[in-house]
């Protein structure tokens, strides 16, 4: 009998992928374009709603840049349609969004252990599918959303995640911006001058500051009292918290140099290649429920960008996640109905890459039980295992909110590890973390060795 996955996102492709690899028959289902979404625009398998950032491809320094290692080493899906589809993007894995989704839609179209149902699922799966992953999303279907609250019992936590609006390259005025990365980093397929930087003054800033916050915004009425993930912040909200929380958040001017002013600028706004030919440059970091004709006139106070063209505006769409700690086993199954796994958003991890990977987990588990084998996690010191422990337990179940994968989730280092020949004192800080990459990577080989061997 085939495994069944619900949902054509990142999690629900890399599960479908990681059974179809381990020779396990898997029927994908995705309600798109049957039932659309308030979010998704195309058709594709592993659209990307938001950003087309993957985040940090630096293995070393960066958490989610090991996560990235990790997944390649386990034959992600994800990452490698990513690495064939990079655009610059500094330090960053970027992409172009339709490439990405295009890949991995004709990779799991062609296989011939997957089959993909574009239907709906109206309520929980039947009884007969013995092996179901739910991997549906923050915009899982209302009917569904229903099913699973009143199979847990539990109420679900809320919030919304905010889209960074697009701007047509050709509209942006050069001659108020330039190019650089922060700090000339050199990334995947970039050179050091990877972002679009327009410059602010500080009366320019504090002119745009004030117009954020007095901006009219959409509202949500009886969903205004939603809490906002901390990593997603609508910019009018950060403005609203401070004059210089912008400044020293996606604003910050640091590693900059303007060379039309000779100068640090005051404030900046960074633009990110969005697709492959470079036509196209979303806002870094300006997620946004402004009103549509607020962020036109509002983003066009911004140096470079008064004659800016739009290709898309900033939107906000409802995300919903489970008690994972509380409601899922060791190995994403509910406990309630272990028949049933969930992978991605929904479990509550956030960001594109971490929603893939447990996609990639939930995939594994369900092949190896589906085989007879056993279903082994990979060890908590790398990132794979820390992200999955931290959502099966490691989280505190009462204030459990999403999260993405960092270095406070890993166990510490043993003092011996942190002390260096000749030091005074230990390791700590930005120090450790290359002796987090260097313990995770010798454990996820010698997890892939013992697996190998068994």
């Given at each position: 009998m085939p495994v069944h996955v619900v949902g054509g996102g990142l999690a629900g492709s890399e599960a479908a992928w990681q059974l179809a690899r381990a020779g396990v028959p898997v029927v994908l289902h995705e309600m798109r374009p049957v039932r659309r979404t308030d979010a998704h625009k195309g058709e594709g398998l592993a659209e990307?709603?938001?950003?087309?950032?993957?985040?940090?491809?630096?293995?070393?320094?960066?958490?989610?840049?090991?996560?990235?290692?990790?997944?390649?080493?386990?034959?992600s899906l994800i990452l490698g349609s990513a690495d064939r589809h990079k655009v610059p993007a500094g330090g960053a894995l970027a992409v172009d969004r339709d490439g990405f989704s295009d890949a991995v839609t004709a990779a799991l179209a062609a296989d011939p252990l997957v089959e993909i149902r574009r239907e709906e699922l109206p309520g929980l799966p039947p009884a007969e599918w013995d092996s179901v992953i739910l991997a549906t999303g923050p915009l899982t279907s209302p009917a569904l959303s229903e099913a699973?609250?009143?199979?847990?019992?539990?109420?679900?936590?809320?919030?919304?995640?905010?889209?960074?609006?697009?701007?047509?390259?050709?509209?942006?005025?050069?001659?108020?911006?330039?190019?650089?990365?922060?700090?000339?980093?050199?990334?995947?397929?970039?050179?050091?001058?990877?972002?679009?930087?327009?410059?602010?003054d500080k009366a320019e800033y504090a002119a745009f500051i004030e117009a954020l916050r007095a901006g009219e915004k959409t509202s949500f009425k009886e969903w205004e009292s939603v809490p906002y993930f901390e990593g997603c912040l609508p910019i009018e909200v950060m403005a609203e918290r401070g004059l210089d929380t912008l400044r020293w958040g996606p604003m910050k001017p640091v590693g900059l140099f303007d060379p039309h002013a000779q100068r640090r600028p005051w404030a900046v706004v960074q633009l990110r290649q969005d697709n492959a030919l470079g036509t196209l440059f979303n806002l870094v970091g300006f997620q946004t429920k402004l009103k549509h004709g607020e962020q036109v006139r509002i983003f066009?106070?911004?140096?470079?960008?008064?004659?800016?063209?739009?290709?898309?505006?900033?939107?906000?769409?409802?995300?919903?996640?489970?008690?994972?700690?509380?409601?899922?086993?060791?190995?994403?199954?509910?406990?309630?109905?272990?028949?049933?796994?969930?992978?991605?958003?929904?479990?509550?991890?956030?960001?594109?890459?971490?929603?893939?990977?447990?996609?990639?987990?939930?995939?594994?588990?369900?092949?190896?039980?589906?085989?007879?084998?056993?279903?082994?996690?990979?060890?908590?010191?790398?990132?794979?295992?820390?992200?999955?422990?931290?959502?099966?337990?490691?989280?505190?179940?009462?204030?459990?909110?999403?999260?993405?994968v960092n270095f406070g989730l890993f166990p510490p280092l043993p003092l011996e590890a942190r002390l260096q020949p000749n030091a005074r004192r230990p390791l700590k800080g930005k120090q450790l973390k290359p002796l987090y990459a260097a313990r995770a990577r010798a454990d996820l080989t010698a997890w892939l060795g013992g697996r190998a061997a068994a």
């Open positions: 990307l709603v938001c950003s087309n950032s993957f985040r940090s491809d630096d293995p070393e320094g960066n958490a989610v840049g090991l996560l990235h290692e990790e997944m390649r080493r386990l034959g699973i609250k009143g199979l847990t019992g539990e109420e679900y936590l809320s919030f919304f995640d905010a889209i960074a609006p697009i701007v047509h390259r050709e509209s942006i005025d050069m001659s108020r911006a330039w190019f650089q990365s922060r700090y000339d980093k050199v990334g995947p397929e970039g050179d050091g001058a990877d972002y679009i930087n327009c410059p602010l066009r106070m911004i140096p470079g960008l008064e004659n800016a063209e739009f290709a898309r505006l900033g939107g906000l769409h409802r995300n919903t996640f489970i008690n994972s700690p509380r409601l899922l086993d060791a190995r994403l199954r509910l406990k309630a109905r272990p028949a049933l796994r969930f992978a991605g958003q929904i479990t509550g991890v956030e960001g594109y890459v971490e929603s893939a990977a447990i996609g990639l987990l939930a995939g594994r588990f369900a092949a190896a039980e589906r085989l007879g084998q056993a279903a082994e996690a990979p060890p908590p010191t790398t990132a794979l295992g820390a992200l999955l422990g931290h959502i099966t337990g490691g989280a505190d179940a009462a204030s459990f909110q999403p999260m993405n």
